[in-house]
């Protein structure tokens, strides 16, 4: 049997490491989010947390010419302490050149502040995008939770939300469908990898609080899909979300080949793209030329 050393976990889950160019992968991602902001519609850094938030409390918005479009909220990952929107600005173009909305929130890092404080700013982007994403074209009752790393990790735990304790003007199905990109769903290993308790500081208690697996499985479904030339131990935290909540709960869960934990997102906005159709059938996203 493998011992599971702190060489082992740190191996498992430096991604940086894992993927040779990542680097550079990277960079293209910045460059391409700067072309989206300098030549697509879109409303940049709208606070959501109300008077007094902090700086990083803030959304980018992304509309479709679509009438009442769904609503894709996407949540970067960077083990909840780096990256910023303005570096994934890239994945709101094509969708919503399809029809959809695109919302993308920032957050604030550790360990400025810890997971469960960017849980709840991230439950009050949610609120505040059910309760305002009409007034730029969208519906708030198509709503969909889409979270890379990290951000898997936030989109499950949305999924689970008790949206009436913090608001009884909310619905009680806020989101209609969430979707993990190379997700983290049992966050216990994470006490393992030195480099990121670092800034995370978890406890034992707050790993297993804040892992979605230990949450009852949501009403709307949830996707949850990893690269082929992922880790091991990201493959099993996709395989474990659908052992956990079941498939009803979580009918896709896919492996896609020739993917690693950062171009798997190329993927996500390829037409031809295995997890771009996926994401699409999440949203129920029809057919939709602006051209009509």
């Keep these: 049997m493998l011992k599971r050393t702190p060489e082992w976990f740190e191996a498992q889950y430096d991604n940086l490491a894992r993927v040779s160019n990542s680097a550079h992968l990277l960079g293209r991602w910045a460059e391409a ?15 959501y947390a109300g008077p007094g938030s902090d700086a990083s409390e803030c959304l980018d918005i992304f509309p479709s010419t679509a009438s009442k479009a769904p609503v894709l ?13 303005s570096d994934h600005s890239f994945v709101a173009a094509v969708y919503a050149q399809a029809g959809a909305m695109v919302v993308i929130p920032n957050y604030g890092h550790c360990p400025a502040v810890n997971v469960e404080q960017i849980s709840m700013q991230m439950a009050q982007v949610l609120a505040w995008v059910w309760r305002n994403i009409a007034d730029f074209g969208g519906d708030p009752n198509r709503i969909y939770v889409v979270g890379h790393s990290a951000g898997g990790t936030l989109a499950a735990m949305l999924s689970c939300c008790e949206w009436k304790s913090l608001g009884a003007d909310l619905p009680r199905q806020l989101v209609k469908g969430a979707l993990s990109i190379s997700g983290l769903h049992d966050l216990k290993p994470l006490l393992n990898v030195a480099s990121v308790q670092a800034d995370l500081q978890l406890t034992p208690a707050a790993a297993k609080r804040l892992s979605p697996i230990h949450y009852p499985a949501p009403a709307a479904p949830h996707y949850a899909v990893v690269g082929a030339d992922e880790s091991d131990e990201f493959h099993r935290q996709t395989q474990v979300l659908r052992s956990q ?5 979580v009918p896709v869960c896919a492996t896609l080949s020739g993917l690693n934990h950062f171009n798997i997102l190329h993927d996500f906005v390829d037409p031809e793209g295995r997890l771009y159709q996926l994401t699409r059938q999440l949203l129920d996203l029809r057919w939709y030329s602006p051209l009509l």
């Design 33 to 47: 989010s700067a072309l989206v902001r300098r030549s697509a519609p879109c409303i940049l850094d709208i606070p």
């Design 73 to 85: 909220v996407f949540i970067h990952g960077a083990y909840w302490r780096a990256f910023d929107k």
């Design 245 to 249: 909540w079941g498939e009803r709960a």
